[in-house]
């Protein structure tokens, strides 16, 4: 984790956990569309992937929206005005 960033982990992780996410969901469908007896371990994993999915999803869009907006916003100083308050 970079210097900083306290909580927040890693672009790459968050980005290779959803698209490993949905590498597995897509492999899932394949083997549900394919036909056929599907065991009942890939419909619950399917199931699971498809409730989770929306929420990685989102926990990616927060990160990268955290990424543009700073933790504290910068006022720019008046110069006409010192750090009393008083004109100069």
Do not use: W
Not at 49 to 55: E, G, I, W, Y
Not at 61 to 72: D, F, I, K, M, W
Request: overall charge positive; some cysteine; proline content about 9%.
């Amino acid at each position: 984790m970079a210097p900083g960033s306290e909580g927040l982990p890693d672009s790459p992780e968050v980005v290779g956990d959803y698209l490993t996410m949905v590498e597995r969901f897509q492999e899932l469908e394949r083997l549900i569309k394919a036909g056929g007896a599907v065991p009942s371990q890939i419909l619950t994993e399917h199931q699971k992937a498809l409730s989770r999915l929306p929420v990685k999803r989102e926990e990616l869009r927060e990160y990268v929206s955290c990424l543009g907006n700073p933790a504290t916003k910068i006022v720019p100083r008046s110069p006409a005005r010192s750090s009393r308050g008083f004109t100069t």
